[in-house]
């Protein structure tokens, strides 16, 4: 059974920079696609970034300049630095593993509030 364990999130203040971080238990070399979603209140369900085998990445128009996703392959662990963070960021971040399954984290709660 895959694990993805996300951590990093809380309380930041708008224009303040936060790292998101999501350990697998398994060889993230075994998922196609790596992804962070997030889900705003009453929202749907956004994916956020995304990151595969290969190392390309993409994001969403809400976020792009902003954010950057990157994987550690060693630590079998995927990130999401987000920058000039904003209040509409203020969302329930997932980790989202892919290959022929999808597999999901417990999600970390971001509020971005002064």
């Known amino acids: 059974q895959v694990q993805l364990v996300e951590s990093g999130g809380g309380l930041v203040q708008p224009g303040e920079s936060h790292r998101l971080s999501c350990s697998s238990s398994?060889?993230?070399?075994?998922?196609?696609?790596m992804n962070w979603y997030r889900r705003a209140p009453g929202e749907e369900r956004e994916l956020v970034a995304s990151?595969?085998?290969?190392?390309?990445?993409n994001y969403a128009d809400s976020v792009k300049g902003r954010f950057t996703i990157s994987r550690d392959n060693g630590k079998n662990t995927v990130y999401l630095e987000m920058n000039s963070l904003k209040p509409e960021d203020t969302a329930v971040y997932y980790c989202?593993?892919?290959?022929?399954?999808?597999?999901w984290g417990q999600g970390t709660q971001v509020t971005v509030s002064s």
């Open positions: 990151i595969n085998v290969g190392g390309r990445t």
């Open positions: 989202n593993a892919q290959n022929v399954f999808n597999y």
């Open positions: 398994e060889n993230i070399f075994n998922f196609n696609d």
